[in-house]
């Protein structure tokens, strides 16, 4: 008897935590697709509908693009069972007849959501397109969007492009890029809705195996990893750090310029927050627009940190490094170079600034120095010589 009540207990208990777990599913759920079917800064979204069962839940809803005359279709399923693989699978289809020959099975792409407690993680995996119209072909292949997240913020994006092809049939011109990776870690909370946001704290990394354009010149970059840093400061404007390291640079017109082993360190220190952020959320900026930014940057005092730039040219370096600090009226700034080849071996577009490197026992120096705090005393200094500009 006592084991017959105990697994009749067994039984009770599992049930409970059954129902419990698919009622506390179900909730998330409705908190995702709350968090999705709102309104964002490139798109609006109307005719939303959800329908909430007990095991699964249905939603749906039309966004539509605020800039392009485009409306697409989210169809949303939900399993509200804790042991579903996925909790939601999503379907973005396309309700526009002049994209259905780029995207002839209606559906553009499919997103699958996972959701263990307080942890979600979304994969979206984007449809191949090959895509040709007068003469033009447009191939993105292996597309891939994740995202790891908690129910109220997003902790880790990334996007994957495998390939993508645009060409020109009728013509020599093409763009091809292999293998990008762009992540993103935001250093502040982050919501579902805000995803969309161009203006935000975070750390970035991009990575791209090779980039080739070809039309009048050639131009191809391979290995290319960059990491960029935003962050408010004290003083509630921008401090940023950018990194480069490029294997190799290679642009072949007239002649040929060819760079290895690239590398750019630069710090870019109190950029006001208000013009940073107009900047990213404006498309549209004309001069008026553009010259009232440039004072807000100015009135921000931004410096400008070169740590590093060296690059290799038929294996010979060049290193840089320098700083400009700018104010609503002065300018200071610094700049030293040391380098084996000079401007013009590098490129002879360059070929002006030969004479003011020196050489130092076979190798090449430049140091420049400018302040015009003074404004009837402009200081400019080239390699220890002083030149002094009066503007009377």
């Known amino acids: 008897m006592k084991k017959i009540i ?14 419990a777990t698919t009622f506390y599913i179900n909730s998330i759920n409705e908190k995702i697709f709350a968090q999705m079917s709102q309104n964002t800064d490139y798109y609006n979204v109307e005719d939303v509908n959800y329908t909430k069962g007990f095991l699964n839940s249905k939603g749906s809803f039309l966004a539509q693009l605020n800039d392009l005359p485009y409306t697409f279709k989210v169809n949303i399923d939900f399993s509200n069972n804790f042991f579903a693989s996925n909790n939601a699978v999503i379907s973005v289809l396309n309700e526009n007849e002049d994209l259905k ?29 090959n895509f040709t119209h ?20 997003v902790k880790h994006m990334q996007l994957d492009l495998g390939y993508i092809l645009v060409k020109q049939l009728s013509h020599d011109e093409k763009l091809e890029i292999q293998n ?18 161009p203006s935000r704290n975070s750390e970035q990394n991009i990575s791209i195996d090779k980039i080739s354009f070809k039309s ?28 480069l390291d490029l294997a190799k640079f290679n642009l072949e017109d007239e002649e040929n310029l060819a760079l290895n082993n690239i590398k750019l360190e630069l710090n870019l220190n109190n950029l006001s927050k208000k013009a940073y952020d107009s900047l990213l959320q404006n498309s549209n900026m004309d001069i008026f627009s553009m010259m009232v930014l440039t004072s807000q940057f100015l009135k921000a005092n931004p410096e400008i940190i070169l740590n590093n730039l060296s690059f290799d040219k038929d294996g010979k370096k060049f290193d840089a490094n320098g700083q400009a600090i700018f104010t609503e009226n002065n300018i200071k700034s610094q700049f030293h170079a040391n380098t084996e080849i000079l401007p013009s071996q590098i490129w002879s577009i360059f070929g002006d600034f030969d004479n003011y ?36």
């Open 216 to 243: 009048h010149s050639i131009f191809d970059l391979d290995k290319l990893k960059v990491f960029a840093r935003t962050a408010p400061n004290t003083q509630s404007d921008y401090d940023s750090v950018l990194k």
């Open 357 to 392: 490197f020196v050489d130092k026992n076979g190798t090449y120096m430049l140091d420049f120095i400018y302040d015009d705090t003074n404004k009837s005393d402009v200081t400019t200094i080239i390699n220890g010589e002083r030149l002094t500009i009066n503007p009377q």
């Open 6 to 19: 105990a697994g009749v207990v067994v039984v009770v208990l599992l049930l409970v935590a059954f129902f």
């Open 101 to 129: 020959n780029i995207f002839p099975n209606e559906e553009i792409f499919k997103i699958l959501v996972s959701a263990k407690g307080d942890d979600i993680a979304i994969n979206a995996k984007i449809n191949d397109i």
């Open 134 to 153: 007068d003469n033009a072909q447009l191939i993105i292949n292996n597309t891939a969007f994740k995202i790891t997240a908690t129910t109220e913020s």
């Open 180 to 197: 990008m990776q762009i992540s993103e870690f935001p250093l502040a909370k982050l919501s579902f809705s805000d995803i969309f946001t």
